[in-house]
Nanobody, 120 residues
C-alpha cells in the first residue's frame, strides 16, 4: 500500500559528504514523522534522525552537527544530508515514515535500505 524508495547511498572517503533521499508513495492520506535509522554489521538498528511534520528534528548524539534531516511535505520526501562522514558511519541506512493511509489506517513504513560505506 505504501512504498518508501531510498536513493543516494554509496562509497565515500572519510570527511566527505552524501545526501540520502527517501520518497513515499502509494495510498497516502498524510505522512507524520519521518526518519532515518541505520544498522551496522553485528549491531542493532539505531535512530539517526527524526523530523516531525512541523519540521522539529531530533538527532542521535553521534551525528549532531554533521547530519541534517529535512523534508518536503508536498512530495512526501525526507532527506538526510551527511557531512564530515566517519568510518563509524558505515551502515545500511533505512528511512521510516508514519503514514496515515487513505483508509485512515496508520502504519509505520520502512524503506529497503541503502548501503553507506565510509573509507578511512
Amino acid at each position: 500500500q505504501v512504498q518508501l524508495v531510498e536513493s543516494g547511498g554509496g562509497l565515500v572517503q572519510a570527511g566527505g559528504s552524501l545526501r540520502l533521499s527517501c520518497a513515499a508513495s502509494g495510498s497516502i492520506f498524510s505522512v507524520n514523522d519521518m526518519g532515518w535509522y541505520r544498522q551496522a554489521p553485528g549491531k542493532q538498528r539505531e535512530m539517526v534522525a527524526i523530523i516531525r511534520i512541523g519540521g522539529n528534528a531530533n538527532y542521535a548524539d553521534s551525528v549532531k552537527g554533521r547530519f541534517t534531516i529535512s523534508r518536503d511535505n508536498a512530495q512526501n520526501t525526507v532527506y538526510l544530508q551527511m557531512n564530515s562522514l566517519k568510518p563509524g558511519d558505515t551502515a545500511v541506512y533505512y528511512c521510516s515514515a508514519g503514514v496515515v493511509l487513505t483508509s485512515r489506517s496508520i502504519i509505520n513504513a520502512w524503506g529497503q535500505g541503502t548501503q553507506i560505506t565510509v573509507s578511512s
